[in-house]
């Protein structure tokens, strides 16, 4: 057990527009939430850490009002990047802790979704 | 701010080969852990070892801690072609005021095994 899905896993978008990306925890429930971005050849960054209910905690540095992150469930995260531009092209990959069974130190990653914006 | 760093960057060796990854960090952890990413890919979970503890061993894996020198080492032997991938060490930490760990990783190690 303990699968993570991201969806979509590639997305190409224009400038301006918004792009949501879920992750799911297909067979625990999360209490906890990461997203991490990472660009080529360079490691993960994390970016935020969201809890079912509550407002998302931002890493320094990660605009809130442009990456927007909904945990509306237990198994459900998304994050919405928000007139995304170029730079904002990356990989980003969520990761999800079990609410029970399981070590609580170990999260489980998605495959990750990568975003080109033109 | 970055945690982990690892040595070396870059890692090429032959198949059968033992190969060696490690990772120094900055300040103190809750424990330790090792991932495996295939290129494009997401991560898998390879090992965790905990602050108190000095070594662990998982099939063809063994990991060392030495949190005097604040370092850790990933050990996999009688490689493969298939191990060929990026391994990231993360630091598991509870920041202040937090209730749940956070994990920091390193640049990684890119391993290429040749057959």
């Known amino acids: 057990g303990a699968v993570v899905s991201q969806h979509p896993s590639r997305v190409i978008c224009k400038s301006g527009t918004s792009v949501k990306i879920e992750c799911r925890s297909l067979?625990?429930?999360?209490?906890?939430m990461f997203w991490y971005r990472q660009f080529p050849k360079q490691s993960l960054m994390l970016m935020a850490t969201?809890?079912?209910?509550?407002?998302?905690?931002?890493e320094q540095g990660v605009e809130k009002d442009k990456f927007l992150i909904n945990h509306a469930s237990l198994t459900l995260s998304t994050l919405t990047v928000t007139s995304a531009h170029p730079e904002d092209s990356s990989f980003y990959i969520c990761s999800a802790r079990r609410l029970k069974g399981g070590p609580r130190e170990t999260q489980y990653f998605g495959p990750g979704t990568r975003l080109l914006v033109l | 701010s970055q945690q982990g760093e690892e040595d070396p960057q870059a890692l090429s060796i032959q198949e059968g080969e033992n190969a060696t990854m490690n990772c120094s960090y900055k300040?103190?952890?809750?424990?330790l852990q090792w991932y495996r990413q295939n290129s494009g890919r997401g991560l898998v979970h390879l090992i965790l070892i905990r602050s108190n503890e000095r070594e662990k061993h998982s099939g063809r894996l063994r990991v060392t801690l030495d949190t005097s020198k604040k370092s850790s080492s990933l050990l996999i032997t009688a490689s493969r072609a298939a191990d060929t991938a990026s391994y990231f060490c993360a630091t598991a930490a509870t920041p202040s005021g937090a209730g749940s760990y956070q994990l920091t990783f390193g640049k990684g190690t890119k391993l290429s095994v040749i057959p």
């Open positions: 969201s809890n079912e209910g509550s407002k998302a905690t931002y």
């Open positions: 067979d625990f429930q999360a209490t906890t």
């Open positions: 300040t103190s952890i809750n424990n």
